[in-house]
């Protein structure tokens, strides 16, 4: 089943289709950049601020991941699952990049991506 990426694009005046790792990777970036409590419908969704307070305090990782997978369960995104979220060194003071694990739940093959906070 093919999926629409999100935020949805353009290319050559059609929606551009991906697969579903894609289409989850682009919400987890949405997710990355939108305040917590900003979207009703799933009070996880906006993970924006745990990223901003980490890097003045470092906080536990699982507690990002856990909020992520919250997040995609009340979006009804129960086949795939955000194992682990690893923050990189990063030689700029103001970009942090984190790398995380995205995992089919029924078995198969983890996929790694990066996102920057």
Not at 31 to 56: I, Q, Y
Not at 59 to 67: G, H, I, N, Y
Not at 72 to 95: C, F, K, M, N, P
Request: proline share 5%.
């Amino acid at each position: 089943m093919s999926f629409i990426a999100a935020p949805i694009r353009l290319q050559g005046g059609l929606l551009k289709r991906c697969d579903e790792f894609e289409a989850i990777r682009s919400l987890v970036q949405a997710m990355a950049r939108t305040p917590s409590g900003s979207w009703k419908v799933s009070p996880h969704f906006g993970v924006r601020d745990f990223l901003e307070d980490a890097r003045r305090r470092p906080r536990p990782m699982q507690t990002f991941v856990a909020e992520l997978n919250l997040a995609l369960q009340d979006l009804g995104i129960t086949r795939y699952r955000v194992e682990a979220a690893i923050r990189e060194q990063s030689g700029q003071r103001d970009v942090d990049s984190y790398v995380l694990t995205l995992v089919p739940v029924e078995g198969g093959k983890s996929q790694d991506f990066d996102l920057r906070g």
